[in-house]
């Protein structure tokens, strides 16, 4: 398998997952709600690229800390990994940075900064299922406190996410992506993305799926929506074998319940508030 992390130069990047534990205390006490910017208006969306010593990968979702208010962007904890192979795709050996590392997000005037990466946290509490060791590939980068009111939640083109799915897609069903790959020299109407499920495997970790571009280096982080708009997976990997081609994305919802548990902050996914349209094509088009 081949991760979809672009590096710097022309390497070409694998699972090179990175994982971290939440790097900022939660503040207590209750929170306002955030105002987002507006559609027209916002420069951080999911779907912008994103940069981690020099690699580009592609955001999927915003979250906040549900206690302290706090603001994230996801992307792979592939995207965070340490210089390792590009053949690398257990999460709890692969090299990793570690929290506090600066990110480059586009759209912001300030660098994020890694807050979690499943690889590290992996690695610091010593897990050992390999389904989870092999798929859990997902990170968090807060967002500056300046760079929040640039912000909004909806995914480009597609509208949503109307919320988190715990299911997962079922073989067969519709899904949605939006990546933004470098490679794609900046034309947009190549980064929305339709296709079809072909399942779920490893103990509910991954979805494999056949898409209308399939994801290439750089979309790695990538969120996938399922036929109804709710965010169920992160662009893991492109298969080589047995389906080349196909994409694998880490399940979301599993991969926000390892964070919960071993950071014991309340991470939650932030719904757009652009309805969902999945009665459309790729490539800009409608029907």
Known sequence: MRS????????????????AGLALAAAP?????????SP????????????????????????????SGATFIGYAAHCAGDGGAATDTDGCVAPSLAPGHPVEIAGADHPG?????SWHTMQSVGEQDPDTCLYNDFALVEIHPDDVAKVNPSVPHWGGPTSLGTDGPAAGTTVHSYG????????TLLSPKTGL??????????????TLTPGIPGDSGSGLLDADGRAVGVLSTLALAPL?????????????????????RDIALVEGDVAFDGAQLPLGLGL
Request: net charge negative; hydrophobic share 40%; charged share 10%.
């Open 4 to 19: 979809l992390r672009r590096r710097p130069v022309t390497a070409l990047a694998t699972f090179a997952l990175a994982a």
């Open 29 to 37: 006490g209750a929170q306002a709600q955030t105002t987002w910017a």
């Open 40 to 67: 027209a208006d916002a420069t951080i969306t999911p779907g912008v690229q994103m940069f981690t010593e020099g690699a580009q990968c592609t955001a999927n979702f915003i979250f906040e800390d549900v206690s």
């Open 113 to 117: 900064e890694l807050a979690y990466s």
């Open 180 to 187: 933004n790959s470098s490679l794609r020299f900046g034309i």
């Open 197 to 210: 499920s072909l399942g779920t495997a490893g103990s509910g970790w991954t979805h494999q799926t056949y």
């Open 244 to 264: 080349a081609g196909s994409n694998n994305y880490s399940d979301l919802a599993s991969a926000l319940d390892y964070l919960r548990a071993h950071t014991g």
